[in-house]
């Protein structure tokens, strides 16, 4: 049987990527300074052979504008991102997988 582990990882890479880019393009401006602090980090686990992808910032305001509060209305460009990359996941494993 076919070790699949390459086209998966390959797969969950390309998410991020596009839940990244897509948090980026969605995220509020008032100074950029949220923006700019948005990343991506990739982490490979050799016991599991498996790839993790964590995006993020840690300004300290991120969960006040993700969430809401004090009078404002929730923006969350995470969780959309990360909806986004959801909605991706069919394409992204049959393009990884060559249409197997």
Do not use: W
């Not at 076919?2 to 390309?14: G, P």
């Not at 404002?72 to 393009?95: D, I, M, W």
């Amino acid at each position: 049987m076919k070790d699949f582990t390459a086209e998966i990882n390959t797969a969950v890479l390309t998410l991020g990527n596009l839940a990244f880019d897509h948090a980026k393009e969605h995220c509020p401006v008032r100074t950029g300074r949220l923006k700019r602090s948005i990343a991506i980090r990739t982490e490979h686990n050799r016991a599991k052979n498996e790839d993790t992808v964590v995006i993020g910032t840690f300004v300290p305001y991120a969960p006040c504008v993700e969430f809401g509060g004090t009078g404002r209305r929730p923006n969350p460009f995470l969780g959309n991102a990360a909806e986004y990359a959801k909605s991706c996941v069919q394409t992204v494993f049959e393009l990884a997988f060559g249409g197997v």
